[in-house]
């Protein structure tokens, strides 16, 4: 049983860094690509990046690019966020979720609870 | 960057009546090399995390019931709910992937009317 468990989020000053870790168990973890989606509070979803499942393809969201990274872990089953130079519309609960592939051009199939940031003027 | 619209923003059908919403790209997520359609559907509660309902624009994902229908053309797609149950009250989601960014449509509401 496939599951996610994103932390790291929390409430930060713009300007400031937070990096948020999703753990994953109950799958081949290092045969997926793995996704980042966040929502504002409120609104609709938006996706942020993706990393293939052996980590040499990433790609981001025009609002995001520049600032954040992603990254993984395939010994500790671990996809990361570093997100820099937050900015207050960056505040969103964050979704680290499974991609149905290894590639970056994939649908995601599985998804977590989500961790909130909330970035602070 | 893919444009996705949603149409209608929110959509009332009485129970056990059909629901038809639609989502438009502003490219082609079709790709010829293998045909293969780049569109996939969401379903989201309030509270709750998005859930995969259908991908490849028609391909149903596991355990999703076969109320649930996807179709559509290389930009024209559309999601079908063959009789509407309490229980699909929600907000629905289409996303393209099939180049980076993806992108994902703004979201319809679905009530009971």
């Known amino acids: 049983q496939v599951h996610l468990v994103e932390s790291g989020g929390g409430v930060v000053q713009a300007g400031r860094s937070l990096r948020l870790s999703c753990a994953a168990s109950?799958?081949?973890?290092?045969?997926?690509?793995m996704h980042w989606v966040r929502q504002a509070p409120g609104k609709g979803l938006e996706w942020v990046t993706v990393?293939?499942?052996?980590?040499?393809?990433?790609y981001y969201a025009d609002s995001v690019k520049g600032r954040f990274t992603i990254s993984r872990d395939n010994s500790q089953n671990t996809v990361y966020l570093q997100m820099n130079s937050l900015r207050v519309e960056d505040t969103a609960i964050y979704y680290c979720?499974?991609?149905?592939?290894?590639?970056?051009?994939?649908?995601?199939?599985?998804w977590g609870q989500g961790t909130l940031v909330t970035v602070s003027s | 960057d893919i444009v996705m619209t949603q149409s209608p923003d929110s959509l009332a059908v009485s129970l056990g009546e059909r629901a038809t919403i639609n989502c438009k790209s502003s490219?082609?997520?079709?790709?010829?090399?293998?045909?293969?359609?780049?569109l996939a559907w969401y379903q989201q509660k309030p509270g709750q995390p998005p859930k995969l309902l259908i991908y490849?624009?028609?391909t149903r994902e596991s355990g999703v019931p076969d109320r649930f229908s996807g179709s559509g053309s290389g930009t024209d797609f559309t999601l079908t709910i063959s009789s509407l149950q309490a229980e699909d009250v929600a907000v629905y989601y289409c996303?393209?992937?099939?180049?980076?960014?993806?992108?994902f449509g703004q979201g319809t509401k679905l009530e009971i009317k």
């Open positions: 990393l293939s499942s052996d980590g040499t393809n990433e």
């Open positions: 979720a499974k991609a149905g592939c290894g590639g970056t051009r994939c649908y995601s199939n599985r």
């Open positions: 490219q082609s997520v079709l790709d010829s090399s293998n045909n293969y359609k780049y």
């Open positions: 996303l393209q992937y099939y180049s980076s960014p993806h992108t």
């Open positions: 109950g799958f081949a973890f290092s045969t997926y690509a």
């Open positions: 490849w624009a028609s």
